[in-house]
């Protein structure tokens, strides 16, 4: 059902567990299936320094989680914002049709930790 | 499959999903496939022999379930048999009502057949159970309406394995003069059935869920009860199913379902030691778990329980990678991802369920195997506990 | 089951009722019953094994027709998948209109389900035969109505083997939009089949034809038509026919039909030369026999006979005591003793019919078993004649 | 199909042929199945000296006739009259429910030899 990338990222996720002094930290859950993911930022010059997740969720919402931290990693806010679940998908080499929204579950907490960042500061949400 | 490969051990546990062919079996069923290869209906002596085999194993099936031999009927499977009990019991009964009483726990062969029924204007009542699962025969008996033509009540659960009170409420439907059903895929060398003292008018069972084969199961109709031919053709199984027989399958059916009456006791006893030893180590080891469904009235083999904080594909998944096999729910639906409706009809809210695991044990499994499972399961459940941000 | 045994030599001569599983083919099945039993719509590792087994069967059937693995759907049979194109069409064009043509001369899976939706408010147009058995594609233009919404003629017929002409009446049938569907279950390694070339929408097949096994086949929908699903449940076969896959019967499916389909020529042409041989023969020694079908458009295996005079039981019986098997019309009406339907459709009067014998050879078949019908056959006849007050 | 009684009847029939000087000849035949039965009767002192048969139909149809002529043969035209498609079945051992009809050849071609005989000599049918 799953691909060998999607497999190595749900066994061996990279990124997983919390960053004790983030500077945000968002959750989003799916009504739908009742996956959870909570995304930490470490963010120094608009760049994600650092980024941890913890997901409750099926192999996809896993590996998806694992490969959207490593893939907004170093990048600046802007670049990060821009990260689609299908980047997510295709990075992994992509998912099987019923599984695709839990890709979503990632891109969205990390739109929501910007967007946080960006209140915290004054600023107004993208 | 079991025993330690190479590399590690191969523990399944997903016999209420299906069975091996045990090998007694297939070798009875081997001769029909290329030497007995006749057709059953032909007039010639080869076919003859054939039809002497096709009846013996009719008499196995009906020694079974306490019928007679010309009310069982075979067909491709449980579901197939499900779909004919219902669609052609109310296409029988259409004059005299189009109310039909179910529950909200049965298989989908059942579910979405009857919700087929209500686009072609029958009234589905699809009647809720209790936290473990049971069906209240006094709910029953309230829901029956002067147009009920039919009550559909699966004898034991495949997700939770809940055995429901058959006999009580085929007693009521008896008394209402209303067609009972009942869904005994699970059931067959688990729970001793006799058709006539649980008053069961229509019963399905499918061979690959006790050691026989897939793709063959059985229809029993009640002598007298009317329900329309579901498939059309030829003149097999008294014109009321057609299509040429699947012979091997059917010996091997008879051979089956004789092989799994034979001590129903027994063998219900050795699996319900081996299960209660992975039940209770799971629940003292594992923290925020629980047993899902009834702590007695349940199938000697299944182990239902849930692990809050977690998902149930990843669990499975990861035990999968450590030689485990089992499954979340039923089959059928693992690929939606959905909680189990029958979870959620027995009012463990979606997100509190968590992770629900599906271990049904079998012939396959030892002692060795719930050792292997309670070395492993543990430490899994902790490592996707540790990834969560809910961790129970 | 041929070759001389102990003190007769046994003529298997029914491959049109059913043939045996070649062993190439049952051993690729073996696996799947005891090691390979996965479910295949399980999550974890094996089922998965499984799958990829079922899906490579799925190319296999979807290459001997032309077609693409998705428009493949297994089912229990060529009854099962009769049944299921024209009962799941209609209900899914019923907006589109109510009515139905087909031909005199369908399999009885074809004929009882007209009649059945003939019950249920549908119109059926059964087209005419001439006298070699043959549908006349102007025939099949001309009955089309306004509100005609499903075309079904044989490809081949199973009691006489005339090959209808499928590819003219797909042209006429897609022509006017209507839905083309054919029961191929005789064709399947006697014909070579192209979907597209033959405007076929709905195809339905049966492995047991073909040195498959029994209790399993296929049904052809063509990717964008819409049928109902006939069986509810589960999601296998992407949701449209529920059940547990008979996982080693399709297996044998698709090594079946990819055996069958490799030489369709160089296999025709070998029968096509004994059944010659045996045709030849049998008018040439037996005064007033004559060949019912067509002489040249007929499967390759089939010599379908009449001899004036007498009875086809009788004549079937006595050809079985002496260890040859064929049959008088199909298999499935051979209880009945009634004069085959597809021969009264061809004109031949039931009286003057005479008897009426079935021989279709095949694999199982050799130049010796042609030589020893040859030598028994016209004997036999003879002594029944000698009984009769009618002796032709 | 049939047990070995039939089997037996049909493969060596009693009886089978025809009479050359025959007191009477009669025949049935039954318009569904299109199976036809002859029956040529010698008559000596009111009983059947001889009876042959021929029969155009099926096993049961052949079967019945044979064991019909041999239940007839030597016995009055009044016990002849009474024979009934029952005895014939019964004498077989039993037929196959579909083939029951069958069986009622034999009997109806007796029947209408034994009236014919009557006519032929001034008395009234039975
Ligand atoms: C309770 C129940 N009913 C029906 C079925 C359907 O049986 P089958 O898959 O053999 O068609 C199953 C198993 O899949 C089942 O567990
Ligand atoms: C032309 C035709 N259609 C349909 C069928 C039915 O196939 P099955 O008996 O495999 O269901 C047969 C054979 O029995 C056949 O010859």
Redesign the pocket.
């Known amino acids: 059902m799953y691909n060998e990338t999607v497999m190595d990222h749900f066994t061996n996720p990279r990124n997983v567990g919390v960053i004790e002094d983030a500077d945000v930290v968002a959750e989003t859950s799916s009504p739908g299936c009742g996956d959870i993911t909570k995304i930490y930022l470490k963010i120094r010059d608009n760049r994600i320094a650092d980024v941890k997740f913890q997901t409750l969720g099926c192999a996809a919402a896993i590996a998806s989680s694992s490969m959207a931290t490593e893939l907004v990693k170093g990048k600046t806010l802007e670049e990060a914002w821009k990260l689609t679940r299908k980047d997510v998908a295709d990075a992994l080499g992509g998912l099987p049709e019923p599984k695709l929204h839990c890709s979503v579950l990632a891109e969205d907490a990390i739109r929501r930790a910007i967007n946080q960042y960006r209140i915290d500061r004054g600023l107004a949400p993208w | 499959m079991n025993g330690s490969s190479a590399h590690k051990r191969q523990v399944y546990m997903d016999h209420a999903a299906t069975t091996p062919t045990h090998p007694d079996v297939l070798a009875a069923m081997l001769p029909y496939f290329t030497q007995e290869f006749g057709n059953p209906s032909s007039l010639y002596s080869i076919g003859r022999e054939v039809r002497r085999a096709v009846e013996g194993a009719r008499m196995q099936v009906a020694a079974a379930l306490g019928a007679a031999p010309g009310e069982i009927f075979f067909c491709a499977g449980g579901t197939e048999a499900d779909n004919w009990a219902l669609k052609g019991a109310v296409s029988a009964q259409r004059g005299r009502g189009s109310h039909i009483i179910t529950t909200a726990i049965e298989h989908h062969a059942v579910l979405h057949t009857c919700e087929y029924l209500e686009k072609q204007g029958f009234r589905v009542t699809y009647l809720p159970v209790d936290r473990y699962g049971l069906v209240d025969p006094d709910a029953v008996a309230d829901a029956i309406c002067d147009d009920t033509i039919l009550i559909s009540v699966m004898m034991a659960n495949n997700v939770v394995g809940t055995i429901e009170p058959v006999e009580a409420i085929g007693e009521i439907a008896h008394r209402h003069g209303i067609l009972f059903h009942t869904d005994a895929v699970q059931a067959i060398g688990h729970v001793p059935i006799d058709v006539e003292k649980m008053h069961i008018d229509l019963l399905s069972l499918s061979a690959h869920k006790f050691y026989g084969p897939k793709g063959i199961g059985a229809l029993f109709v009640r002598d007298g009860v009317a329900i329309e031919r579901f498939i059309h053709?030829?003149a097999q199984e008294k014109g009321q199913r057609?299509?040429?027989e699947y012979t091997p399958g059917i010996i091997g059916l008879g051979a089956a379902i004789e092989r799994a009456c034979r001590d129903i006791e027994g063998h219900a006893a050795r699996l319900r030691r081996l299960r209660d030893r992975l039940i209770d180590g799971v629940l003292r080891t594992v923290p925020h778990s629980t047993l899902n469904g009834h702590p007695a009235l349940r199938l000697p083999g299944n182990a239902s329980m849930s692990f809050a904080g977690i998902d149930g594909e990843a669990l499975l998944l990861m035990l999968d990678a450590e030689g485990i096999y089992g499954s979340t729910g039923s089959a059928c639906s693992s690929a939606s991802g959905e909680p189990s409706y029958v979870l959620t009809a027995m009012g463990v809210p979606p997100r509190r369920a968590g992770a629900s695991l599906r271990l049904t044990l079998g012939e396959l499994n030892t002692d060795e195997d719930v050792d292997y499972v309670l070395d492993v399961l543990p430490g899994i459940v902790e490592r996707l506990r540790a990834m969560s941000p809910r961790p129970a």
């Open positions: 053709g030829g057609a299509g040429t």
